[in-house]
């Protein structure tokens, strides 16, 4: 059975760094590309980052590039976003999504979602 899990969010101060993690399983989702998306409060989800089954092709949002890194470890079937120079505006539920169809952008693109953990950058 296909399955994804987020853990990593919480409670954290502007500038912190914290890590989500996504364990992926399952034989078609172990070593795919993966997509982290987020929902701030009253707000449409919004993509933030994805890489590739090997770690050679990723990207980023606008909004996040340069202070959000994705990495995965394949041998573990664990997708990584490490996160730095956290703003208010990054509060929201983070969610990771595996099999896409389409572009990787899009989070309609996805068959399968974690439950999402939220994160809320505050002081």
């Known amino acids: 059975q296909e399955q994804l899990a987020e853990s990593g969010g919480g409670l954290v101060q502007p500038g912190d760094s914290p890590r989500l993690s996504c364990a992926v399983s399952?034989?078609?989702?172990?070593?795919?590309?993966v997509g982290w998306f987020r929902q701030a409060p009253g707000k449409d989800w919004e993509f933030v980052a994805y890489?590739?089954?090997?770690?050679?092709?990723?990207d980023y949002s606008e909004a996040v590039n340069g202070r959000f890194t994705i990495s995965r470890d394949n041998a573990r079937k664990t997708v990584y976003l490490y996160m730095t120079n956290l703003k208010s505006e990054d509060t929201a539920v983070y969610s990771c999504?595996?099999?896409?169809?389409?572009?990787?952008?899009?989070?309609?693109?996805?068959?399968?979602w974690g439950q999402g953990t939220q994160v809320t950058v505050s002081a």
């Open positions: 399952g034989p078609i989702l172990g070593t795919g590309l």
């Open positions: 999504g595996a099999h896409y169809v389409g572009s990787y952008y899009s989070r309609t693109s996805y068959k399968y």
């Open positions: 890489i590739g089954w090997d770690g050679g092709s990723f």
